[in-house]
């Protein structure tokens, strides 16, 4: 047999093998690393798709909560991890797209280690003021902004995306904003209702319960477009006549790099039918998240979009970790 019939031999029994491999996944647990811990918005997307993809695939499907570094340490582990589909990363805004361009000596890159597979939601972020305060409507924090008047905004912690919607803002607007960071949502929430903040960008579902019992105004959404969780609610994009505002806490299911190209077609395909179905749209509704489906390419385009916008506002920000 010559050289170049073994070659083509050997090439054809590669090009088998991954089919195959395909085919026969999954052939064990599955296991959705969250990276940070439980109780938080991507822990309840994860857990709210692994029962249903579970029964999709025909095998167990576990959340397994990894938290630390600031999601480094969980998305290290998939990117570590076998690239068979037996580890998924539910990967979210601040892993992915910030730390990146945040965090030094990371010891993985995004969007060279880890392969995108479907987008599962977007939780849009909620400007939010103390009932206390003078401001009851985004039209009035417009002019206020446009006035440069000065104001403050809380974030759960520098590199957040709440911080970063506060930056963006600033950006877009000219406006006379200060951050003040504090160690998480609770005291950040704490400080703006007690009126030692002006305003705060947290997700919609840590807001809800506090604009509920009317203790806060939730005066727009940080989304392009409205939140089908509070469709009255306007948009920041169209207070300030500005449709590039879009700051968001997404999450999405990511695989090791290497993960063969079956596999995450048949992922992201699964995903997407649970994702589409009417019970599923209405429980990430009422966890506060929008759904969109996405193809392996959009979403790989999303998230490259995603890392690109945070890099821009880091770099015309300013903006440095404390």
């Known amino acids: 047999m010559s050289v170049s019939v073994r070659v083509a031999a050997l090439l054809a029994l590669v090009h088998l093998a991954v089919p195959a491999a395909a085919q026969s996944y999954p052939t064990q647990t599955i296991k959705i690393v969250v990276a940070y811990a439980p109780g938080g918005t991507g822990d309840i997307v994860a857990r709210l798709i692994a029962v249903p993809l579970a029964a999709a695939l025909g095998q167990s499907v576990v959340v397994e909560n990894r938290a ?32 990146q361009h945040w965090i030094k000596g ?50 759960a912690g520098t590199g957040t995306p709440g911080h970063f919607a506060g930056e963006f803002l600033k950006l877009r607007t000219g406006a006379n904003l200060t951050h003040v960071p504090y160690k998480g949502a609770g005291p950040a929430l704490n400080d703006l209702l007690g009126g030692h903040v002006d305003m705060y960008f947290p997700g919609i579902p840590a807001a809800m319960p506090h604009v509920k019992s009317r203790a806060m ?61 009417r019970d599923m749209q209405t429980r990430l509704r009422d966890a506060g998240a929008d759904v969109r489906t996405m193809s392996v390419d959009q979403f790989g385009a999303f998230a490259q979009a995603e890392s690109d916008k945070y890099l821009q506002i880091i770099k015309e920000s300013g903006v440095k970790p404390e």
Request: net charge neutral; proline share 6%; charged share 20%.
């Open 68 to 99: 630390g570094a600031t999601g480094a340490i969980g998305t290290q582990a998939v990117v570590s991890a076998a690239p068979d589909g037996h580890t998924l990363l539910l990967g979210q805004t601040g892993e992915i797209s910030i730390n």
């Open 217 to 277: 105004r939730m005066l727009a959404v940080s989304s392009s477009s409205r939140s089908s969780a509070t469709p009255n609610i306007p948009t920041v994009a169209e207070a300030i006549g500005d449709k590039q505002f879009d700051v968001t806490l997404w999450q999405g299911f990511f695989a090791p790099k290497a993960t063969p190209k079956p596999i995450v077609d048949r992922l992201n395909r699964e995903i997407n039918r649970i994702l589409e179905s």
């Open 106 to 155: 990371l010891t993985y890159d995004a969007a060279k280690d880890l392969q995108p597979i479907a987008l599962a939601s977007v939780v849009p972020l909620a400007l939010v003021v103390s009932s206390k305060s003078t401001i009851s409507s985004m039209d009035e924090m417009a002019k206020v902004l446009a006035d440069k008047k000065a104001l403050t905004f809380a974030s």
